[in-house]
């Protein structure tokens, strides 16, 4: 076995061995010695993807420190997760900085940095190893302790916000050989109903996005309703048609007078088809060739609604090479009307969905000065479709 390869997985038998609290500290210590680094950093992209914040030893060995926020717009961070590629950058002196993402299906995690006094081409591909391998590590820790979700939040997570939080998947983001999706969800103050969703199974990718009315731990109660009804139905096989009955009638005997818009999906990934219901949803932006237009659906009555209704599953047209970006309605409203989503989606056509999702939701952000009226939230799809050998075959999910 080659030196590096019992470098890689010496650090990962320690990190297992080692509390998971501890890994990261295990880590870096592997990496100094290993590397003769003189400093080892974790910089992990916060909840609004708008900063990264440094995790080091000195933020470890005291408690109470105050980890590092570096803005990612313009910075060499921000190059290293667009691209996905290692990058050398000047440090003091003659030592360099290297820098790896730290990513897990398409999960954009982090940043690996060290700083040496030595960069070769072989060094450089062994940090992008580690940094492959360290995001394993904390794919598998952050289950057993809060450390990572400490940082990632860079400002106050209210109660409604934290139950929010916690009815998203564990990743924002996941790639394999068919699509690339990434979400975003910016909280507004007093509001906390958006969520979104997705599975893949073995030949069917399956999304949501709703939008519960009413404010603060009232909203999130009620988006916990619509999730766990909606994910019930799913994990338990049933169509598409009786996910979006239960979602609705976890709200009519729980819901206490309330409602929430919302778009449930299945993308095949033989290339079967796409499908879709809309409860009373803002309609999806589609990208195809250049081009952006509105996917326009028929309207059913929002989730909740006290009246007879049953739930229409439309065909979706998908097609390889589309860009599908489902969004809820505070990602236009207020000052956020002013946003030209459409422009944008056609100015970031080549970056990876996780840039768009970041830039859709940076830019209403921005445009609501940080004070937003209601949860803004966006999905987007990059739709490659299969192969023609791949049809019919069982799907995996890449790294």
């Not at 106050?156 to 924002?172: C, D, F, H, K, M």
């Not at 619509?226 to 709200?251: I, M």
Request: proline share 4%; glycine share 8%.
């Amino acid at each position: 076995m080659a030196d590096d390869q019992i470098g890689l997985a010496g650090m990962l038998t320690a990190a297992e061995d080692a509390a998971p609290m501890a890994s990261l500290d295990v880590v870096a210590r592997n990496l100094r010695d290993r590397f003769d680094a003189h400093r080892v950093s974790f910089l992990f992209v916060d909840l609004a993807g708008q900063q990264v914040v440094r995790i080091d030893e000195r933020v470890l060995a005291r408690a109470g420190r105050r980890a590092e926020r570096i803005p990612l717009d313009g910075s060499v961070y921000d190059q290293v997760l667009r691209t996905q590629k290692s990058v050398r950058a000047p440090d003091r002196g003659r030592e360099q900085r290297v820098l790896a993402p730290v990513t897990n299906r398409g999960d954009a995690i982090g940043v690996l940095e060290l700083t040496l006094a030595q960069v070769t081409e072989d060094v450089l591909e062994e940090v992008l190893e580690a940094a492959h391998a360290l995001a394993y590590i904390i794919v598998t820790d952050r289950r057993f302790t809060d450390l990572y979700h400490w940082g990632q939040r860079t400002t106050p997570v209210s109660l409604a916000s934290e139950i929010q939080r916690q009815l998203l998947p564990g990743a924002p983001s996941c790639e394999a050989a068919r699509f690339a999706l990434a979400s975003a969800l910016v909280p507004a103050a007093s509001v906390a109903g958006d969520t979104y969703d997705y599975s893949v199974d073995r030949d069917t990718l399956h999304l949501s996005i709703t939008d519960a009315m009413g404010h603060d731990v009232d909203a999130a109660l009620m988006a916990t309703l619509l999730v766990n009804a909606s994910r019930s139905a799913r994990r338990s096989g049933a169509d598409l048609k009786e996910q979006a009955r239960r979602t609705h009638q976890s709200l009519l005997d729980h819901g206490d007078h309330t409602f929430a818009t919302g778009q449930l999906v299945r993308i095949s990934l033989t290339g079967a088809g796409a499908r879709l219901v809309n409860a009373g949803h803002p309609w999806p932006l589609l990208l195809r060739d250049g081009t952006v237009n509105e996917v326009h659906l028929d309207i059913d009555l929002p989730f909740g609604i006290s009246a007879s209704t049953t739930y229409r599953v439309q065909n979706l047209d998908l097609r390889p090479g589309d860009r599908l970006v489902l969004y809820t309605d505070g990602m236009q409203e207020g000052r956020a009307r002013t946003v030209d989503l459409p422009a944008l989606i056609r100015d970031t056509a080549e970056e990876h969905p996780r840039e768009v999702a970041r830039r859709l939701t940076g830019a209403v952000a921005e445009a609501c000065g940080g004070q937003l009226i209601d949860d803004a939230t966006v999905m987007c799809l990059d739709w490659r479709g299969p192969r023609l050998e791949d049809r019919g075959t069982q799907v995996e999910v890449g790294g």
